[in-house]
């Protein structure tokens, strides 16, 4: 399926903390929207993986997203294999992507530093030709996205650009709540987490409010661009 844009993450729900607010905003542009968690996150302390992917699905449904795909590498393992930059050479080629949006390269959870490596391996890779990939046995286009970013997870940088999604917040955080088996819970008999803590969505309004301040809006996303970033114009910067 060609795609405008897709997002990788590490783990399902890592998207929806992330970047979802942008995706909604091009969803509502007409663009083509996809999402690839590389795990099922079955690692997690709460939840399995079977009740993820539920979640990931609804979330998902929530985004109005054209695509979701899990790409099952084991969570806590994502090792820059030849098999696993593959799969993620394929995913890409698959989808065409004009943009691809992954995790920034320095995090509390190695995951989500694998995740980067992985990806930024195979985002070059995907444009070599004699790199052969097949699906149904026919071979694959070479073909490597134009555009690259790295969204924001534990660990802050500082963003090269913020997306105003003041508008799409209140659909961003329904799809986060989606993941119902991650926060916070009374009634729930599982091992506390990070997650769940009553005060982890406090986190996330704040850290969204806090990007919104710095661009004079409600609420923001922000996004690290590792090659400078093309306007046309001085008019073009709000």
Avoid at 50 to 65: C, T
Wanted: glycine share 8%.
């Amino acid at each position: 399926m060609k795609l405008d844009l897709l997002a990788i993450g590490a783990h399902p729900d890592d998207i929806e903390l992330t970047c979802s607010g942008a995706l909604l905003k091009h969803i509502a542009r007409g663009k083509s929207i996809g999402i690839a968690d590389l795990t099922q996150g079955e690692l997690g302390t709460r939840g399995n993986r079977v009740l993820r992917l539920e979640e990931a699905a609804a979330a998902a449904k929530v985004l109005g997203v054209s695509m979701r795909e899990n790409l099952r590498i084991p969570d806590g393992n994502i090792a820059v294999t030849r098999e696993n930059i593959l799969k993620v050479i394929t995913l890409i080629r698959a989808c065409r992507p004009e943009i691809l949006l992954f995790p920034y390269w320095k995090d509390r959870h190695p995951d989500h530093e694998h995740a980067h490596v992985l990806v930024r391996e195979a985002l070059f890779y995907a444009g070599l030709e004699k790199i052969e990939t097949l699906v149904e046995g026919v071979p694959q286009e070479p073909f490597r996205p134009l555009r690259h970013y790295h969204f924001m997870q534990w660990e802050e940088f500082q963003p090269s650009f913020v997306i105003d999604v003041t508008k799409e917040w209140p659909r961003r955080m329904e799809a986060v709540k989606a993941f119902r088996s991650q926060f916070h819970d009374p009634e729930s008999g599982e091992s506390e987490t990070i997650l769940s803590s009553p005060d982890f969505m406090d986190f996330i309004e704040t850290r969204g409010k806090y990007y919104g301040d710095q661009i004079g809006t409600g609420y923001g996303e922000p996004f690290f661009s590792p090659k400078a970033v093309q306007i046309e114009d001085l008019s073009a910067i709000i």
